[in-house]
Nanobody
């Protein structure tokens, strides 16, 4: 019983900022690492960012490090991805994902660890 819904995508220009949100319906008695992935046309779905259940641990793909920031509000079961200095190569469908975690500090950067996925939200960055 896990459902994830992304929102906040849109069309922006190079250098703009955009914030994506993920609303999660989960069993609060369990711990989940959360992540963001993206997929551009013709390419594989790639890792973007992840955050541990505690929120104390985060990890980013090299391509977005320093520009994107992941956060979560466990009380509200929401997660966000603040994207700054957007580039055309950031254009993709962005997916929210969740993975069962054994402890509050675990996080995962590979697709195989995630069992739950949102429907995706389109982000388009024009030159």
């Amino acid at each position: 019983q896990v459902q994830l819904v992304e929102s906040g995508g849109g069309l922006v220009q190079t250098g703009d900022s955009l914030t994506l949100s993920c609303a999660a319906s989960i069993r609060t008695s369990r711990m989940y690492a959360m992540g963001w992935f993206r997929q551009a046309p013709g390419l594989e779905r790639e890792f973007v960012a992840t955050i541990s259940w505690s929120g104390r641990k985060t990890y980013y793909a090299d391509s977005v490090k320093g520009r994107f920031s992941i956060s979560r509000n466990s009380a509200k079961n929401t997660m966000s991805l603040q994207m700054n200095s957007l580039k055309p190569e950031d254009t993709a469908v962005y997916y929210c994902a969740g993975a069962r975690a054994s402890n509050s500090e675990e996080y995962y950067a590979t697709r195989d660890k995630y069992d739950y996925w949102g429907q995706g939200t389109q982000v388009t960055v024009s030159a």
